[in-house]
């Protein structure tokens, strides 16, 4: 009865639409992206390529891009391990553990969420330059861990909290200790929310900019979003080429979205829904 | 002996914090009041010669007009954000936690682009905006409105809505996914029971759907709020905060006084008044929030 509702045919309209607009840049992208230059120029923006060409993905390959790429990798797995270990480490200690300044180093953690990231960027510069690490790759992990840990907190904390304590006071007869309590029990069972934080965590820093902006100077210890926006200076005759190197570089992050879905989705908005 | 006992817990707890904290002391939490201390000072941040100069920077704010072009920018953004993006956050959420067929497939691809880092959707959106070859301006040859076309991201007038726009573009997915996660949690028999009793879908959707989703769409504005402050990177890319500061938010001012024009005072000043403006803010939502629980209380 409901099928011929009005409603439902407005609202696919709408959905095409929106999956247009949400389509067509990717589109417009990869579409110019395979013509020379000539073409681009001289052409429309809506005109099919007369010949697909990969000219402008080698040149972009050959143009340091596999450097960035492999930059981007090393940092922010790095990154991410120290996170995930020390960020569940502490949000064990907050959500199970009786101690004083608890209240104080939880009200510290939160309050980063909203704080804007600007407050920390000229000192962070100056301590990067102070410890010799400006310019060098190792140098972003440290604020990248940094800016992070809030909210990688906050999601492992809540999890954590809700995790039955019986389990370990079991294992507390059995003579545990507290950290063999954290690796053998909490943590494995807490693995939905590291999964989740992980993913929001590697895709916030995947994307990092602003960090790399500032303690990042020379080409070949330039991350990937770093490398793009030169590129950018590089290729202003040749938009096509920007265009490949843009593909490329958001290549990985989509294929990974291709593979995990829904996974990625729930990771992506883990702090703002809870469940 | 409850001193020790007491102490003992205080060190294991340490041990477990340990390595956050060091991490978030050393570059989150520390850096704090020096950004305030640098904000004395004039400084290139390079060579050593700090100079003192007490509360000038905060003066010279205070007395700025593009700093607080940048603040009105902020605040338009914020309210463009949740008036645009709430709306179709909410609608595209509805119709993507509906039990329609292929709903999963439209979830999917209109969430593509919170996976994009903010300098490639900037760069992607440059060549729409583009005055010769760009999208936006063939499209309106196309269907006659040729006398519009302008070089969006140039002309004052149009750079900051063009950028806006972007901003919707990334972030909606964002608001379709938390509405989505709100509605399909509204339990069904409610609009089962409303539909025997006679109400259209659209009665039902502002009769117990919004109402329901009411505490989320607060905290979506929560959101935005807080968020604004953050925006950098698109706004960076697109424009730089220009043309004549038509897109100047107070992160890329603060950005390029400190390292574009090496006046790392000035821009700590401004890295200062955000932090100020941001604990206001969120003080403010907090105690917002307490009050609605006290009245249900």
């Known amino acids: 009865m409901r099928k011929h509702n009005p409603l439902m045919i407005i609202g696919l309209i709408f959905g095409i639409l929106w999956l247009f607009l949400t389509l067509y840049p990717l589109f417009f992208m990869v579409m110019n992206s395979f013509k020379d230059s000539m073409q681009f120029f001289m052409g429309s923006a809506w005109e099919i390529p007369t010949s697909v060409s990969w000219d402008n993905y080698v040149q972009v390959w050959n143009m340091n891009f596999p450097r960035y790429l492999l930059n981007t990798t090393i940092v922010v797995g790095v990154s991410l391990i120290i996170l995930v270990l020390s960020g569940s480490m502490g949000a064990y200690a907050l959500s199970r553990m009786k101690f004083k300044f608890k209240n104080l180093v939880f009200v510290l953690f939160i309050m980063g969420i909203t704080i804007p990231i600007h407050i920390t960027l000229v000192p962070v510069y100056t301590i990067t330059r102070q410890i010799g690490l400006y310019d060098s790759l190792w140098g972003l992990i440290g604020p990248y861990v940094g800016f992070n840990l809030p909210i990688t907190i906050f999601i492992l904390k809540n999890f954590m909290e809700d995790i039955p304590v019986s389990l370990e006071e079991a294992a507390k007869i059995d003579g545990a200790t507290r950290w063999s309590m954290f690796w053998k029990i909490i943590f494995p069972l807490s693995a939905p929310a590291v999964t989740a934080v992980t993913i929001y965590d590697m895709v916030i820093l995947w994307n990092e900019f602003i960090f790399s902006l500032v303690l990042i100077n020379s080409p070949k210890n330039r991350p990937l979003t770093l490398g793009l926006w030169d590129f950018q200076g590089q290729f202003t005759a040749n938009i096509p080429a920007m265009l490949a190197a843009l593909i490329l570089s958001t290549l990985p992050l989509l294929l990974f979205y291709a593979v995990s879905g829904e996974k990625l989705i729930k990771g992506m908005t883990a702090g703002a829904v809870k469940g | ?297």
């Not at chain 2, 956050?20 to 400084?43: E, N």
């Not at chain 2, 007490?54 to 309210?79: H, M, P, Q, R």
């Not at chain 2, 005072?265 to 003080?283: D, E, K, P, R």
């Open chain 2, 1 to 297: 002996m409850n001193s020790i006992k007491s102490r003992h817990n205080f060190l294991v707890a340490l041990a477990f914090l340990g390595p956050a904290l060091f991490f978030y002391l050393m570059y989150f939490i520390i850096p704090i009041p020096m950004s305030f201390f640098y904000s004395l000072f004039k400084w290139n941040g390079i060579t050593p010669d700090m100079e003192f100069i007490g509360l000038k920077n905060w003066n010279s704010l205070f007395a700025d007009s593009v700093f607080w072009k940048s603040v009105l920018n902020n605040f338009v953004l914020v309210i463009m954000s949740i008036i645009i993006q709430i709306p179709f956050g909410i609608i595209l959420g509805a119709m993507v936690s509906s039990k329609m067929k292929g709903s999963k497939i439209f979830k999917f691809f209109y969430f593509i682009p919170m996976t994009l880092s903010a300098v490639a959707i900037g760069l992607i959106w440059i060549f729409i905006y583009e005055p010769n070859f760009g999208v936006v301006n063939a499209f309106l040859e196309i269907i006659g409105l040729g006398q519009f076309t302008t070089g969006w991201l140039g002309d004052p007038s149009t750079a900051f809505g063009a950028v806006i726009l972007t901003v919707c573009w990334q972030y909606i997915p964002f608001y379709m996914i938390i509405f989505s996660a709100a509605i399909s949690s509204i339990p069904v028999e409610l609009s089962e029971a409303a539909y025997i009793d006679g109400a259209t879908r659209i009665q039902t959707f502002f009769r117990i759907t919004l109402p329901l989703i009411s505490g989320t769409i607060k905290m979506a504005c929560v959101l935005a709020l807080t968020g604004s402050l953050k925006y950098f990177g698109l706004i960076y890319v697109m424009t730089e905060g220009g043309p004549s500061h038509a897109t100047e938010l107070m992160a890329t001012y603060m950005y390029k006084q400190a390292f574009t024009n090496f006046r790392m005072g000035y821009g700590s000043t401004v890295a200062s008044f955000m932090f100020i403006l941001s604990i206001g803010l969120t003080l403010l939502t907090l105690s917002i929030g307490k009050k609605k629980v006290d009245t249900y209380a």
